[in-house]
């Protein structure tokens, strides 16, 4: 039971760590940033706090039976407060209404947490409990309304994050409506598999029945898998954009290998890392200003016969306009490419070539990925691009 429970924090907690951002100061200033990150790691530790080898443990070093117990507790009400407060961030508002809001949250949630903390001090529980706790005192002074209220805060919370993320669903599209349609059906797991699991194991109990299993057995599971898809909701509106940027940045990567394997023998600029631990967007960006550097050596050897010869081929085989502009402009740097590796040219003076020719299709990442695959056409126009006699 343990290990699986360790398993579910971990992922929260890397979740957690992939959103926070550049450094403590971006943190800071973001407030929805923060509190994503809060929500996500304070899940982590519910299941960290809730595991009977973590109970167990905090329960020796403290010598105080049960003593994991509100610390899990308060742990969950932090929990529940920290998704109402990032729930207010998310929807966002008047800075002076989200203060007071998120002021109201906290004061209502951490007085529950003191609460827990002290009928459990005034309870009298001897018995450790590590995996039935909540039905084992049921029935017992103090110990029972503790678990009661921490039961009934956790189900407020969730009661109320399930409306609101059903309405704001209706009201937007994409990334931000899966995030909160992820988000309610990981409140639903959690009310049915966790809250009335629990509520009603309890309820038997003070009716004199026994349904423990509900609580020890069903209960557990459950909240795992509907706090790991509740955090996927929170998590995936912030991070699959960017993942989505280095997934294209690596095919354009890819994409570019050709042109600068046909280029690279002149740049003067340093070389691009093959480091495998740098981002692709970092990686492409230092392939561009590598490429950029090169094709302006190239460019005052560019011969312009040649292009004008390779584009009235390719618009003769019906390529469009723009495409046979970069048809030939894809001819033009193998063979300035070539002169320069066959007699070790470097332009002494690229700035007048790129006024002689400025070259637009390598104004941006798109025209350059167009360049290089233009080379693959090239051998089509292999008698155009043989010197006239």
């Known amino acids: 039971m343990s290990l699986v429970i360790y398993v579910a924090a971990a992922v929260l907690a890397s979740a957690a760590l992939l959103l926070i951002p550049a450094g403590p100061r971006t943190l800071l200033r973001n407030p929805l940033t923060a509190s994503t990150c809060v929500s996500v790691a304070l899940g982590a530790c519910c299941f960290a706090c809730s595991a009977p080898a973590t109970l167990a443990a905090v329960n020796d070093m403290t010598g105080i039976p049960n003593f994991g117990a509100p610390m899990t507790y308060s742990v969950i009400s932090a929990y529940s407060a920290s998704l109402l407060v990032l729930l207010i961030n998310w929807r966002g508002g008047p800075p002076d209404e989200i203060r007071k809001m998120v002021s109201r949250i906290i ?65 937007v ?145 019906g390529h469009p306009p723009d495409e046979a502009r970069v048809i030939s402009e894809a001819a033009m740097v193998v063979g300035a490419a070539e002169k320069a590796r066959s007699s070790d040219l470097v332009p002494d003076d690229a700035g007048t070539g790129q006024e002689r020719y400025p070259l637009p299709a390598t104004s941006g990442t798109k025209e350059l990925v167009r360049l290089a695959q233009a080379l693959t056409l090239l051998p089509r126009f292999h008698e155009s691009r043989a010197p006239v006699r």
């Open 107 to 171: 004061a209502a949630y951490g007085l529950l947490i003191v609460a827990i903390i002290v009928l459990f001090d005034m309870a009298d529980a001897p018995v450790e409990r590590l995996q039935d706790l909540d039905t084992y005192y049921a029935r017992t002074p103090y110990m029972r309304e503790m678990i009661s209220l921490y039961l009934i805060g956790h189900a407020v919370c969730a009661v109320i994050m399930i409306v609101v993320c059903l309405r704001w669903s209706r009201t």
């Open 173 to 317: 599209t994409g990334l931000l409506r899966t995030g909160l349609r992820l988000i309610m059906w990981g409140l639903v797991l959690d009310v049915v598999g966790f809250e009335l699991t629990k509520i009603t194991a309890v309820v038997a109990r003070w009716a004199g029945k026994d349904l423990d299993w509900l609580s020890t057995s069903v209960a557990p599971p459950v909240v795992s898998l509907g706090a790991l898809v509740c955090s996927l909701g929170f998590v995936v509106p912030r991070l699959l954009p960017a993942a989505r940027g280095h997934w294209d940045s690596a095919r354009d990567h890819r994409e570019l290998r050709p042109l600068w394997e046909e280029v690279k023998a002149v740049t003067t600029a340093p070389k691009p890392s093959p480091a495998r631990w740098q981002l692709p967007k970092a990686r492409l960006q230092m392939l561009e200003l590598a490429i950029h550097d090169a094709l302006l050596q190239l460019v005052p050897a560019f011969d312009l016969g040649l292009g004008r010869r390779v584009l009235a081929a390719a618009r003769s085989q």
